[in-house]
């Protein structure tokens, strides 16, 4: 099975930077898409970023020009450069690995267990 592994949530000040990271198990990383969810307080779970197999990123809106999503696939590992944080950025964040089987018109989502990101002063 494949498992993920988040690491690199913490407190922050606003203004501040994190740096996300997901290592995932198993064989053929590559052919999966990775992303990051959030969930706050209150609020659905949401995608944040996503980046495919071959390097193509997806931003939600309220992250676009602070976040960056990227990918090592040598390394089976998925990482969320987060700057210029602020309150609304509080949340768990999740790490999703998704496979697509597009003949069958399916999708199977694998999940980590989440990591806190808190940005307060």
């Known amino acids: 099975q494949v498992q993920l592994v988040e690491s690199g949530g913490g407190l922050v000040q606003p203004g501040g930077s994190l740096r996300l990271s997901c290592v995932a198990s198993g064989s053929f990383f590559g052919i999966y898409t990775m992303g990051w969810y959030r969930q706050g307080p209150e609020k659905k779970r949401e995608l944040v970023a996503a980046?495919?197999?071959?390097?193509?990123?997806t931003y939600a809106d309220s992250v676009m020009g602070r976040f960056t999503i990227s990918r090592d696939n040598a390394k089976k590992t998925v990482y969320l450069q987060m700057n210029s944080l602020n309150s609304e950025d509080t949340a768990v964040y999740y790490c999703n690995a998704r496979r697509t089987f597009s003949a069958a018109g399916d999708n199977y989502d694998y999940w980590g267990q989440g990591t806190q990101v808190t940005v307060s002063t």
């Open positions: 980046i495919t197999g071959i390097g193509a990123t």
